[in-house]
DNA sequence: TCGGGAGCGGAGAGCGCTCTCCCTCTGTGC
DNA sequence: GCACAGAGGGAGAGCGCTCTCCGCTCCCGA
């Protein structure tokens, strides 16, 4: 009787559920786990015993065997040439797109039981970290964000051939699954709307160009413009940064005074294009109609509000956790992309 | 040899360093978890063999046995009324403040190994979840980011007697640890630095006076510019949102045209006070000087930049996570608070 | 010289679970 | 009536680790 002296202490194991229904331990295992038939009646006796009990598998006992953790990590990789404990890392962090990502897993996840943890890659270290800690089993699997084109961590990811998905097309073809979203059809929604509107000198200020995000969503709308009739469009490049934007906007109004319709790449640049077109005087978007893309919170932080190609991003970061769930489950090495179809959000900026 | 056939499949473990160190495992894992004196030399052998098999405890087995999981969970609680997979929720993630938390935690939690897993508690059966899966070691331990005055999970934590810290006093008293910062303090380098501007007509809007934050920036504020010689602020409830920041300034400009000096509550607030100063024709800080609370990135998003009370987000974070591991350690059910001091960000709007 | 204690390392028992065997029992076909 | 298949359930091994015992060695003082 030692061990019921603190009956209250001791969490109840499969051992207690099992004698409560009368059981083996290994019956009680297979109701729990759906494994083979049981039989209907002892079923429903075991599941009472559970409630009974309030058992609950214990997690480690689990893991411990069948080598899985239920856990998988949502990586944060910002490895190109900055510590972890960078400014830098903070200010991604303040983005909106993190918490909204965040959300769009755990939906996915909180009803699988699978845990999400929460990891940084501050450099190439942590980044090979990461890779050793899925190979050690810390985790089945992880999904990605991955912030810089020049990452290593998405190809460390392929080459170890370890369950992973990316948010976003990696910056070089390789063997790992992602899912994104049409840039070149968003790129021509903007494209289309401003035309429609009248807008006779359209220009478009781009990302980074060395991130695929940023060619894609400036070739995208040059192309779109150019199904339109328009063979030219201005673009300056705003880096993907609030700041980046109002230098490009500066510099367009100064090299294109006559511009009345802007795609910006970024909802967070386009907060800086309006600032500096409401100090140089111009209406928006009388004067000039402005599109952003992401749909971010910055959208609805500008005034007028802005008009924006809204990338679904809660969606997508739940198939991203989808897409390594069934990859974990079937434990193939298949790597698979989903595309996912952009819309365009009209509000007042265009 | 079976087990051999496949070495690069089979990841080493304390009987294989063992074996290599020529020792047992016993010993092989005192060296690990420093435990007891282990001869020098064998330390450093057991070491060496740790390299170069490339050993990594498992997490699983360790936890088996020890009973901890070697992870906390960062909870954020938005129990009051609304359901899991409301929008709202994804506007709160949305907001810089859940990445500042998260950074801040992470860079305690990364030298010590341990992991943080994200939970979501959207309804009282989420927060009740939460309790149940600390009692019943999914983890060792939560951190709570609580958005709502009536939330009854820092109740039902403080009840259980489970290891948890708040970021922010809890609206009722209650035995649980938190963190906060020096919030009259704040509210008091407002006031001094409005007053020594020369503002002669001081008005604050205030957050949720349901909130701990919301009433104690308020009451802050108004004793700090009664030390000042001010007995009257007229305050006016802006709901923590730049919605209700702008309607809030309405009415205060309507009541009070002659304003000339606005304490904020928080920065988003601030951004609609902005706004609705630009469009009525004010110049910040000219005619109007603005304050805000938090220092977020909505800080930097307002054109002029806003000075603004700085929350020490990060290292608050941070310490959240430390008191959190020192409770674990220790197996005490002690409670601590660490308040922090607030600085203020002088910036161009004020 | 010897007893005793401190220091150090090994043996081995589990932690709670899954999963492979194997046994039992029923039902079926000849 | 018997052999056999097949399904349901039990026994038990063992996942990798920690930690309690226990025994050995070595040093010191008597």
Not at 45 to 56: E, H, I, P, Q, S
Not at 275 to 297: H, M, N
Not at 298 to 323: F, G, I, K, S, Y
Request: hydrophobic share 45%; with cysteine; net charge negative.
């Amino acid at each position: 009787m030692t061990s019921d002296q603190t009956p209250a202490q001791r969490l109840p194991t499969l051992e207690d559920v099992a004698q409560v229904a009368g059981v083996s331990r290994a019956t009680v295992s297979r109701v729990i786990n759906n494994i083979r038939n049981v039989d209907p009646q002892l079923h429903k006796v075991v599941w009472d015993a559970v409630t009974a009990t309030g058992y609950v598998p214990n997690r480690a006992a689990r893991s411990l065997v069948t080598g899985r953790t239920g856990a998988i990590a949502l990586v944060v990789s910002e490895a190109e040439n900055r510590a972890a404990d960078d400014p830098f890392l903070g200010a991604f962090f303040s983005d909106p797109f993190f918490g909204r990502v965040v959300g769009g897993v755990l939906s996915v996840l909180r009803p699988s039981g699978v845990h999400l943890a929460l990891v940084l890659a501050g450099d190439e270290d942590a980044c090979a970290k990461v890779v050793s800690d899925v190979r050690q089993g810390q985790v089945d699997g992880v999904v990605v964000l991955s912030l810089h084109p020049h990452d290593p961590l998405p190809r460390l990811l392929a080459d170890a051939a370890v369950p992973a998905v990316l948010y976003g097309r990696p910056a070089a073809p390789m063997p790992i699954s992602y899912v994104d979203v049409a840039t070149y059809q968003g790129a021509k929604l903007a494209a289309d709307h401003l035309i429609a509107r009248g807008c006779q000198h359209v220009a478009t200020i781009s990302g980074s160009v060395d991130m695929p995000a940023g060619v894609d969503r400036l070739n995208g709308f040059r192309e779109a413009m150019a199904k339109q009739g328009v063979a030219y469009v201005p673009s300056y490049d705003g880096g993907f940064t609030q700041e980046g934007g109002e230098r490009a906007m500066e510099r367009l109004l100064a090299e294109h005074p006559e511009v009345d319709g802007v795609f910006v790449a970024s909802d967070v640049m386009a907060q800086g294009v309006m600032t500096v077109l409401r100090e140089a005087g111009k209406a928006v978007p009388d004067d000039v109609a402005v599109i952003g893309f992401d749909d971010s919170s910055a959208a609805l932080a500008t005034r007028p509000q802005l008009t924006t190609v809204r990338q679904p991003v809660e969606d997508m970061a739940a198939e991203m956790a989808r897409l390594l769930l069934t990859r974990i489950d079937q434990r193939a090495n298949r790597t698979t992309s989903v595309i996912f179809d952009p819309d365009l959000v009209a509000r007042a900026s265009a």
